[in-house]
């Protein structure tokens, strides 16, 4: 028969239980975000360095795993410095001047330089991202993370708010939505605070929301 465990030996065993639960769960809070942080890098990784692979293999015969993503980060660096002076600037402007004269994709081309403008801080205009809000969407009830863009007036005057709803944890990517002032929540959220609420999925939100969430009105 096994020997029952003494008075003596449970406070022992309870603090080691206590003691393994608190060390495991003190490791998964140190590799778990740092198991995220080396995912991300290396998908990042992997898709730049496959952009020139390629051409690297029309140039090599195989794969030199690393050069295309040394490649691409040198051509970046050197059109960063093309369009720091004035020659490059007016080569740069010239580019864009030609595309934007083509259908569809002159248009794209402004989206996404204005986006990528507003989101690296780079915009010298004033910025794009106003304000944050809440907005009762995907359905009744819910509530989701918006920024607003833009105000607009149809054709009876109305105003209607652009909001743009930025996805998770990828917020380059969302929908744009036009809305009434009614249809917003307001908050004082700052833009970066809320961006990392969006990127984290949430982890990253501050003690409070800064705003007071309606109640779904019962029909």
Known sequence: MDKPISIEDRPRQNWFGKNLRRNFLAGLLVLVPVTIVIFV???FFHAIDGILQPVIRLLFGHTITGLGFA??????YLV???ASNIVGRRIIQFGEWLVCKLPVLGQLYN??????SSISGLSRTKAAFREVVLIEYPRKGLRSIGFVTNEIIDSGGRKLTA???PTTPVPTSGWLILVTDDQLIRTDISVDTAMKM???GGIASPPELGARVKEPEIS
């Open 41 to 43: 890098i290396l998908w």
């Open 71 to 76: 490649i691409t980060f040198v051509l970046i």
């Open 80 to 82: 960063g410095v093309l």
């Open 111 to 116: 989206a996404a330089k204005q986006a990528m």
């Open 163 to 165: 909001v743009y709803l």
């Open 198 to 200: 969006v990127i984290s």
